[in-house]
């Protein structure tokens, strides 16, 4: 019932691009996105509420499609710092409560 | 640091010990949270406070047992553990539990092992 993120693991070299993708089998109200680094708290990225919207933060953006119920991550010209393991969170229309997705380890290279 | 902190960082018990685990948020939010974090799995809602009333339990056997003093202090109190209740322990707070565009603040877990 979680949300199902792809790919489970990227390594990327420092400069490279990724995307990350969160898909649910439920009608979403929400999405949140997370990095967690190892032995560390999970870190708020971003939130997505309406079909369509897209963010972004400093090289790190989303979008959120409503209808397909999906959300992407795009991380442009990865840092080192870019490192960890990223989770998707959403809330499923109604629900008022929200479910993390399986997450996606994220390994940036010098 | 995000305003969360748990403690201990690490702990390790017993099947018949009795222990608990404490969350203590600075950010004046009404709403805290315990998840579960174990290996390969996702991250898994066990309790949810609002204004120190419990609002949410998800199902949790009886061997945890949260705690909500105040709305800046959340327990989780541990007894009978199984092996496999070893995961790491993370608190959480947001400003309030209207609707999850609420971002939520995590503390740095509690690792907690089963022996």
């Known amino acids: 019932q979680q949300p199902v993120q792809s790919p489970q693991a990227v390594i990327l070299r420092e400069g490279e691009d990724a995307v990350i993708n969160c898909s649910s089998s439920?009608?979403?109200?929400?999405v949140h996105w997370y990095r967690q680094k190892h032995g560390e708290a999970p870190v708020f990225l971003m939130i997505l509420l309406k079909g369509g919207e897209q963010k972004g933060h400093d090289k790190i953006s989303a979008s959120f499609n409503e209808k397909k119920q999906q959300s992407s991550l795009y991380l442009t010209a990865s840092q080192l710092s870019y490192s960890g393991t990223y989770f998707c969170?959403?809330?499923?229309?109604?629900?008022?409560?929200?479910?993390f997705g399986t997450g996606t380890r994220l390994k940036v290279l010098a | 640091e995000t305003g969360v902190t748990q403690t201990p960082r690490h702990l390790v018990m017993g099947m018949t010990n009795k222990k608990s685990l404490k969350c203590e948020q600075h950010?004046?939010?009404?709403?805290m949270y315990w998840y579960k974090q174990s290996a390969k799995k996702p991250l898994e809602l066990m309790f949810v406070y609002s204004l120190e009333e419990r609002v949410e339990n998800n199902s949790v056997p009886s061997r945890f047992s949260p705690e909500c003093p105040n709305s800046s202090h959340l327990f989780l109190h541990l007894h009978t553990l199984q092996p496999e209740d070893s995961a790491l322990y993370l608190c959480?707070?947001?400003?309030?539990?209207?609707?999850?565009?609420?971002?939520?603040?995590f503390g740095s877990g509690t690792q907690l092992s089963v022996l």
């Open positions: 959480a707070s947001s400003a309030t539990r209207a609707r999850t565009n609420e971002k939520l603040f």
């Open positions: 439920k009608a979403l109200y929400s």
């Open positions: 950010l004046g939010h009404n709403a």
């Open positions: 969170g959403t809330e499923a229309t109604g629900t008022y409560k929200y479910i």
